[in-house]
């Protein structure tokens, strides 16, 4: 079965052709001055996805996320305010632990998304010295000049600069011109290294043979990847943000400084829209964490996963009140329709199975691999086998899709709604066990007074 992706670089679906073992897979990571939003959490699910579909597809493969705790500038070019040093100012605290809490805040909401980890974290502040090296080989190459800020790439010397973006060069220059830079060359040219100009010692800067400074924004991740997955230099990914300016520039200086092809596939994902058209970014300050949401919501932070699911990763999705409710409501249909399966699992249906595989190797469609999960549940296929081909499933969906009965623990509040009902009705204060029930139907609950007291169920 061929799994096809669609590459960025020539804007079709192609068929997967891996370059050796295992496969290398990089996938930009987070910039740790702030939380994840919800947002950066679709293209962190969808990077997952594709890493489980090349898994599901017998592939072994070596995932390399990097982590942005150097102090990079707010904005898309190379000028404004240190993100890392705001992020410390705003909090109290130092860089570097601005950057661990919020490396363990984005890990805890991989974890709560079923999101597996990559094989390789990488610190762009433990690798300054490859990024200096790999600096020192475009210098060495005449790729770069020195201005009173730092040392830049001169895209004008790199050919096919625009191969990623399909962009005319003049539409790339629009683009960069946001920020002004009188000393560059070109709009386009990029940091490579910024000189500290600000008079007083950074809490992150190091030596160069430059001068005192830190890295530019783009160049960690060449040099990661290359020292990570040389050799493997399979498939890159990210958001459709990532386009026209880091990742065109990470190959433009990769390539100018190995004079070999960087990375073979560029697999991009769309946004996460607040309402129809809004991106969700920090800039435009319309930003949800994952915490925020399900806690608002009261769902299952997996009904996020499933929501991912149900578009297509190259469609935008919007975010809308209520959506990640019925995300909820239909997992939880799922995972109910498993409590009568066995857990004793038969063979995999082999029809079925085919069918799940034609979706997801098409491009990650998971839309209709969720159609036919659904499918699969509804069939008439014996209860040991539908139980094995939904587990095999799951493998890819990471949905936890635990087979057998699912008690569910009450939050707190609901438990002690349910225990101040109960000592009204013990009372026979009639009017505050009403009010009690009220509450917790408000909140999504139905009461049920049985004999032995009350059952209470969640509503879907
Ligand atoms: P950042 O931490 O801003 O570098 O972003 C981390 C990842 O999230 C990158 O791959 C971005 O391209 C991606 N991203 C940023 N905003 C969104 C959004 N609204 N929807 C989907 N992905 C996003
Ligand atoms: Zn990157």
Redesign the pocket.
């Known amino acids: 079965m061929t799994l096809s992706l669609y590459n960025t670089l020539s804007r079709s679906k192609e068929k997967f052709v891996p370059i050796g073992t295992p496969v290398g897979l990089y996938t ?1 990571g ?2 740790v001055y702030h939380y ?1 939003h919800i ?2 959490l ?2 962190y699910v969808f990077e997952d996805l594709l890493k489980r579909v090349l898994l599901y597809n017998g592939y072994i493969v070596r995932q390399v996320m990097n982590v ?1 705790d150097v102090g990079h500038l707010v904005g898309d070019g190379d000028m404004g305010e240190d993100k890392m040093e705001k992020g410390a100012a705003r909090e109290g605290k130092t860089a570097w632990e601005i950057a661990d809490y919020y490396l363990s805040a984005f890990k805890k909401d991989l974890h709560l998304l079923n999101i597996n980890e990559p094989d390789v974290w990488c610190k762009a502040t433990d690798y300054i010295q490859e990024q200096i090296d790999l600096i020192k080989e475009l210098e060495a190459k005449g790729f770069t000049y020195v201005t009173s800020d730092g040392v830049y790439f001169d895209t004008e010397k790199f050919p096919n600069y625009n191969k990623l973006s399909h962009l005319k060069l003049e539409e790339l220059k629009e683009g960069a011109r946001i920020e002004k830079n009188s000393e560059k060359k070109n709009p386009t040219d990029f940091a490579l290294w910024k000189f500290n100009t600000t008079g007083e010692k950074r809490q992150m800067e190091w030596e160069s043979p430059w001068g005192a400074g830190f890295p530019g924004w783009h160049i960690e991740c060449s040099a990661m990847s290359l020292h990570f997955l040389k050799g493997h230099l399979d498939i890159h990914c ?2 459709v ?2 386009i026209n300016i880091h990742h065109t520039n990470e190959i433009a200086q990769s390539e100018a400084a190995t004079g070999e092809k960087f990375f073979n596939y560029w697999i991009h ?1 769309a ?2 829209n607040v309402g129809d058209d809004e ?3 920090k800039s435009v300050g319309n930003i949800l964490t994952l915490e925020l949401v399900t806690g608002e919501e009261r769902v299952d932070p997996l009904a996020f996963r499933y929501a991912c699911l149900l578009t297509h990763y190259r469609k935008p999705m919007s975010y809308k009140a209520g959506m990640l409710q019925q995300a909820d409501a239909a997992l939880k249909n799922i995972r109910r329709s498993l409590e009568s399966l066995p857990h004793e699992i038969g063979k995999v249906d082999e029809a079925c199975e085919a069918e799940f595989l034609a979706a997801i190797n098409d491009d990650l469609n998971m839309p209709q691999a969720v159609a036919v999960l659904q499918s699969v549940l509804k069939s008439t296929l014996a209860d040991d086998v539908k139980a094995a081909t939904i587990q095999r499933f799951d493998e890819v969906l990471g949905l936890n899709l635990t087979l057998g009965k699912i008690t569910e623990e009450l939050p707190e509040e609901i438990r002690q709604l349910a225990a101040e009902r109960e000592r009204a009705r013990a009372d026979r204060d009639w009017a505050t066990s009403d009010a009690s029930r009220e509450q917790l139907e408000k909140l999504g609950y139905s009461v049920e007074d049985v004999a032995e007291g009350m059952k209470i169920r969640r509503n879907f």
């Open positions: 930009c987070p910039t994840a947002g950066n679709r293209t942005t990210g958001a943000d990532h994902g946004f996460l991106k969700m970014s």
